[in-house]
């Protein structure tokens, strides 16, 4: 019989680096781990002592987003900037930076770093010489992705967040990250046309430069718009020749505009992109009243550092509430796309949910019973995979059993979090060199990007007023909502 790949058994802890020797022999790099020993299990001292005072990632969230009278204490005093700073580089440092793998390479190198076309990725493919699809455990062959949706994700009935979260929160949500979630398919898995990795507005202004001038009015700073009942909307393709995904049966001088090429296709979306199109104006207005000798240029980059700060800013919170797609929770509509993922990421190799859990310093499940929380599914789930490391990671991110009062597991925060507050933290905009009133024009452009909200986006840039929150109007639900920490 062949030997098997030793990296296969997922030996190396703690995050240690497996290498392979030879056909049977590795070696775990344990360097700057935290622990020694042949996988990387016996902890050093300082190790040992954070262990034993550190408390669960289940503590440490309900700690964070409860108890509002100590906060309130806390962000009256010096705690407050020191104890964020903790939380936020805490979470943040789990991402490793710079970016370390990507989908061609299982190993550290030069192009895997240099080559921005790929999605960076947290941990390396599967070895591909494994006897089994996720390495030694499990079954030969992996269940059908349209049976795992059909029997777990499909929804059966409408389920209310608990806390309360409407459309307005979704769609935010979905414009916001397709400015950096562009997967390149005629290029193939893994690759990415969101070349910035992270937040620079290319949803509003384009992710290419002739997009981007294709889409200005070139005066004043602002971008193209058309009047319609006397309120601006994006303009048409006939006005600003820019390739938009619409069906062939909308004709070209009904096709909006926008700097993102599928948002005309939900009402949603294309209510954000005409909000921020105001916006973007709006505050051209104001930056002109204020320099009068700036240009078109000044004005439009300056402007375009606003909208990327107020985009920022209002987008740092919702990243922490992850999980309107969960277990029994995917419309019909959608499950070609909950398919296709699991069909994508078996082509991709990711690894067991298990070794993700462990990568965020997360506990591994030993059950598939202690996974779900209940018995019913756990023995499907078994049956279908055979080990609870072997699960795959996207069904079990939907599948994991949900925290209280929400409709997401412990899990999809613990692992989403860090990825988010790396990528915002990252950006130039949060930098000392950026972070400052002269970068936005003055007192008045930085007072604009700090005291954004959502309800002045909307009632800035609209004929009235109308209730304006991520949330549904508390008459209109019957249900006691807890208190939405982490927005």
Same mark, same amino acid.
């Given at each position: ?77 010096? =705690? &407050?900037?020191?104890?964020?700073? %903790? ?5 943040? /440092?789990?991402?490793?930076? *710079? @970016? !370390? ?113 294709? =889409? &200005?009015?070139?005066?004043?700073? %602002? ?5 319609? /009942?006397?309120?601006?909307? *994006? @303009? !048409? ?120 859990? %462990? ?12 996974? !779900? ?115």
């Amino acid at each position: 019989t062949s030997k098997v790949n030793p990296c296969c058994y997922y030996p190396c802890q703690n995050r240690g680096i497996c290498v392979r020797y030879g056909l049977d022999r590795y070696e775990c790099d344990c360097t700057r781990t935290g622990f020694y020993g042949e996988n990387c299990t016996i902890p050093e001292f300082w190790s040992r002592v954070f262990q034993l005072l550190k408390p669960s990632p289940n503590a440490v969230h309900y700690i964070l987003t409860n108890f509002d009278w100590l906060w309130d204490i806390i962000n009256r005093t010096f =705690l &407050r900037d020191w104890l964020m700073h %903790k939380v936020l580089t805490v979470r943040a /440092n789990l991402i490793p930076s *710079p @970016p !370390t793998y990507n989908s061609k390479y299982d190993y550290l190198n030069w192009e895997a770093y240099s080559n921005i076309t790929y999605y960076t990725r947290l941990l390396p493919p599967v070895p591909q010489d494994c006897p089994k699809p996720l390495g030694t455990k499990g079954k030969m062959k992996l269940p059908d992705p349209k049976l795992l949706v059909e029997k777990f994700m499909l929804r059966r009935n409408f389920r209310p967040d608990p806390q309360g979260t409407n459309l307005m929160f979704a769609f935010f949500a979905q414009h916001f990250t397709h400015q950096f979630f562009r997967t390149h398919n005629r290029v193939g898995l893994g690759f990415t046309k969101g070349l910035a990795h992270g937040v620079d507005a290319g949803h509003i202004y384009g992710d290419t430069l002739d997009r981007q001038l294709d =889409l &200005r009015l070139h005066k004043d700073g %602002k971008l193209k718009y058309q009047v319609v /009942n006397g309120e601006i909307y *994006p @303009p !048409t393709v006939l006005d600003a020749p820019v390739k938009m995904s619409y069906p062939p049966s909308v004709p070209p001088e009904q096709q909006l505009a926008i700097g993102q090429e599928v948002y005309g296709l939900l009402p949603g979306l294309s209510m954000y992109a005409t909000l921020w199109l105001r916006e973007h104006n709006r505050v051209c207005d104001i930056l002109k009243q204020e320099h009068p000798t700036w240009g078109d240029e000044q004005l439009f980059q300056t402007s375009r550092l606003i909208i990327i700060g107020k985009d920022f800013l209002k987008s740092c919170g919702f990243f922490f509430s992850l999980g309107t797609f969960s277990g029994h929770n995917i419309h019909p509509v959608v499950r070609k796309v909950a398919e296709g993922v699991i069909i994508e990421s078996r082509e991709l190799r990711l690894q067991p949910f298990n070794e993700y859990r %462990k990568r965020f310093n997360l506990k591994p499940y030993t059950s598939f019973s202690e996974f !779900t929380g209940e018995e019913e599914m756990a023995k499907v789930l078994e049956k279908l995979y055979g080990h609870i490391d072997a699960l795959e990671f996207y069904p079990a991110l939907l599948l994991e059993k949900t925290r209280p009062g929400a409709i997401f597991g412990e899990s999809m925060v613990e692992m989403g979090a860090p990825f988010s507050l790396k990528g915002l933290m990252g950006n130039p905009i949060c930098s000392p060199e950026y972070w400052k009133p002269s970068t936005f024009g003055g007192k008045t452009g930085f007072d604009i990007v700090n005291s954004a909200t959502l309800k002045k986006l909307v009632c800035l840039n609209t004929k009235w007023c109308p209730y304006v929150s991520f949330h549904t109007p508390p008459s209109d639900y019957k249900q006691q909502r807890t208190s939405h920490g982490e927005l």
